[in-house]
């Protein structure tokens, strides 16, 4: 325990003494990869974890003064080792990092974008139209658009359809007693990839009991990856949009407009407005 109070007050000398361009910038990276790891570990299970570290360094602090030669010793050595306890304790985070990394556009090819503006605008009409009529009849559906992160793997638990985006085709698709129903849809540029896909689940703790799997599923994919999900609910016909791990509802028709110009058109500063809009009462996730 001696040897972590020595390195501390180290470091302190040196940050007041020495601190240098290289030091700024090693401090600078530092912080940003904590602060994503905290991102990572926002609303799940590891922020539990967390706080039982904080504590076990505060019990160890605490024992120290105390002198329980004891129970220092046992806690000191825990925290020695501590690289393989992170390791085994955050391995499914560190492993959905490691996947969403490696699924990025340096390995991927990303989201193919529609070419021609009419054909752009034909697509967003298409899924307004089928989300609408999916609404009206209390349809349940899954559409994700793959951005820059790529979804190959969630298209291989799929049905490869390759097929042009059209409001009978995606309704047809999610027709409830039909082969591909049950499942997500996944959209890449201006084709239907796949239907029928798996999603991952939600380890978010944070969210409502109201929501089902469908939603629930949107989120996991929005967590893993930067896609774009819009859901339509089984139960009340609501529309809703997963992105970044957030859940958005209810989305209108001008709404989801904004959504899928983002997407098609690169107009991020319409999605803006919308998102500020939804931020005053609908932010459920």
Same mark, same amino acid.
């Given at each position: 325990m001696n040897d972590l109070w020595i390195t501390v007050r180290n470091m302190s000398w040196n940050l007041t003494h020495r601190l240098g361009f290289a030091d700024v910038l090693d401090i600078l990276i530092v912080a940003a990869i904590l602060y994503?790891?905290?991102?990572?570990?926002?609303?799940?299970?590891?922020?539990?974890?967390?706080?039982? =570290? =904080?504590?076990?360094?505060?019990?160890?602090?605490?024992?120290?003064?105390?002198?329980?030669t004891s129970l220092t010793w046992l806690l000191s050595s825990i925290i020695k080792n501590g690289m393989l306890v992170v390791i085994i304790l955050f391995q499914p985070e560190i492993r959905k990092?490691?996947?969403?990394?490696?699924?990025?556009?340096?390995?991927?090819?990303?989201?193919?974008?529609?070419?021609?503006?009419?054909?752009?605008?034909?697509?967003?009409?298409?899924?307004?139209?089928?989300?609408?009529?999916?609404?009206?009849?209390?349809?349940g559906a899954l559409i994700c658009f793959e951005q820059m992160t790529g979804l190959q793997d969630v298209i291989d638990t799929g049905t490869r359809v390759d097929g042009e985006i059209s409001a009978p085709l995606l309704e047809n698709i999610f027709e409830p007693n039909t082969p591909l129903?049950?499942?997500?849809?996944?959209?890449?540029?201006?084709?239907?990839?796949?239907?029928?896909? =798996?999603?991952?689940?939600?380890?978010?703790?944070?969210?409502?009991?109201?929501?089902?799997?469908?939603?629930?599923?949107? =989120?996991?994919l929005s967590e893993n990856s930067d896609a774009v999900v819009i859901i339509v609910s089984e139960e009340t016909?609501?529309?809703?949009?997963?992105?970044?791990?957030q859940l958005f509802r209810p989305l209108h028709e001008e709404e989801l407009r904004m959504i899928l110009e983002e997407i098609y058109k690169g107009e991020p500063s319409r999605l803006m407005t919308f998102f500020r809009s939804l931020f005053r009462e609908r932010r459920t996730a």
């Open positions: 994503e790891v905290m991102i990572l570990m926002r609303r799940t299970r590891s922020s539990a974890l967390i706080k039982g =570290i =904080i504590l076990l360094l505060l019990i160890v602090g605490a024992s120290s003064f105390l002198g329980l990092a490691l996947e969403k990394m490696g699924r990025s556009t340096l390995f991927g090819k990303g989201n193919r974008k529609a070419a021609g503006q009419d054909e752009q605008e034909r697509i967003i009409r298409e899924v307004i139209q089928t989300a609408l009529d999916l609404s009206k009849r209390k349809v129903h049950d499942g997500a849809v996944v959209i890449r540029g201006d084709k239907v990839e796949a239907a029928a896909c =798996i999603l991952p689940l939600t380890e978010a703790s944070g969210v409502s009991r109201e929501l089902g799997t469908r939603h629930r599923a949107g =989120i996991g016909g609501t529309v809703s949009m997963a992105r970044g791990g």
